[in-house]
């Protein structure tokens, strides 16, 4: 079976509302471009199911749970702020409940769908900063948490996870940095939001946390990609991998100071695909609607194996003119190419001194 991408609809009916960063259409743009560059052909998507709350006890609290359905059922009330619901960064919207579970409900399929290997896309799942017992960072549930914790009950014992989303994957940490049949591995900004993965983290000696400066490019990423993630993927030998390919490291991005273009994802996307018999790819963070969209949706690109084309063809394009950014921040300016490709320009440079040290660190290491 070739590469499966899951989606949903219920990404293109929902925001967060009109005031959140994730006001913007994301999965949509992925399965619309994806079907108008003729990548999306019927047998290779799946539609997501609804977790039920029950299956998401694995890691959830109940009362968590319960909470986040009494809020879609409700709407915001005072009591359900010890929950983390109806703040700034996780709101209270009409679909609370069910947008998030059905994100929770699309990674737990995969796991089965990659029980005796494969390749599954799901661009709506890296919600990587859901706690157990309450939402945080833009994340209602922890969908990568349920995924590998699925993946073990299906029977798989050794399972990679890397991180290459801006901003380090501490719900994630929390639940798998003592485990050491679990590879953890996340590249992220330093001093930015949640001011967790500090590159002397080790957890149970599996645990690797590259803090990057601001203006990270595609050249340092290259070196983590091959100083840091393959050579500790070659050596813990994993049952799979699941890779969060959070968008917000791209330089458009008005939620990091990173400067990647979209290549460096790709590059990272195809070089871990043959580590492990599975491979969940996930999406993350990825706040401007253009960058994002062209981003993910070259993601697939390179697990199905598409050509991505120089210039896109008119339908392609009339999806990318279609997309509206309410009072996006003036420091990003919409750039024409965004409209008329998918590839960045390569952004290289200097691997700097700060960026060797810390690798020189995490290669010296003992661990997987």
């Not at 798998?176 to 500090?198: A, C, K, M, N, Y």
């Not at 645990?207 to 070659?234: C, K, T």
């Not at 871990?272 to 999406?283: E, F, H, T």
């Not at 994002?292 to 991505?308: D, F, M």
Request: glycine residues 8%; charged residues 20%.
């Amino acid at each position: 079976m070739g590469p499966v991408l899951i989606g949903h609809e219920i990404y293109r009916m929902s925001s967060y509302g009109q005031r959140h960063p994730l006001r913007v259409p994301r999965v949509s743009t992925v399965m619309d471009l994806s079907r108008a560059l003729g990548w999306l052909p019927d047998h290779a998507f799946r539609r997501s199911p609804r977790a039920r709350p029950e299956a998401l006890t694995h890691w959830h609290h109940p009362a968590y749970i319960a909470a986040l359905q009494e809020a879609e059922a409700t709407g915001p009330a005072d009591h359900l702020r010890a929950f983390g619901l109806g703040t700034h960064a996780n709101p209270v919207f009409p679909e609370v409940w069910r947008r998030p579970a059905t994100s929770a409900g699309g990674v737990m399929l995969a796991a089965e769908m990659l029980r005796e290997g494969g390749v599954v896309y799901v661009p709506a799942g890296g919600t990587h900063h859901g706690l157990p017992d309450r939402a945080n960072g833009f994340c209602y549930l922890n969908d990568p948490v349920l995924a590998m914790l699925a993946m073990r009950r299906l029977g798989l014992r050794r399972i990679a996870y890397v991180d290459i989303d801006a901003h380090h994957c501490d719900g994630v940490d929390v639940a798998f940095r003592d485990d050491p049949d679990t590879l953890l591995i996340s590249v992220h900004e330093e001093r930015r939001w949640p001011f967790t993965g500090l590159l002397e983290d080790e957890g149970a000696g599996n645990v690797f946390n590259l803090p990057v400066p601001a203006g990270f490019n595609d050249s340092e990423m290259r070196a983590a990609l091959h100083e840091l993630i393959l050579p500790r993927l070659e050596g813990f030998r994993p049952d799979a991998v699941v890779l969060q390919c959070g968008a917000d490291a791209v330089e458009e991005d008005p939620l990091s100071r990173l400067s990647l273009s979209n290549n460096a994802h790709w590059s990272v996307v195809a070089a871990l695909r043959p580590v492990a018999p599975r491979y969940l790819v996930l999406g993350g963070g990825g706040y401007n609607p253009w960058s994002v969209g062209r981003c993910w949706t070259g993601v697939w690109a390179t697990l199905a194996g598409a050509e991505i084309p120089d210039r896109l063809p008119h339908e392609a394009e009339s999806v990318l003119r279609a997309l509206v950014w309410h009072d996006a921040p003036k420091r990003k300016p919409v750039q024409p190419h965004w409209f008329t490709t998918l590839r960045d320009t390569p952004r290289e440079g200097a691997v700097r001194p700060e960026i060797r040290a810390r690798l020189a660190v995490l290669a010296g290491r003992p661990g997987p």
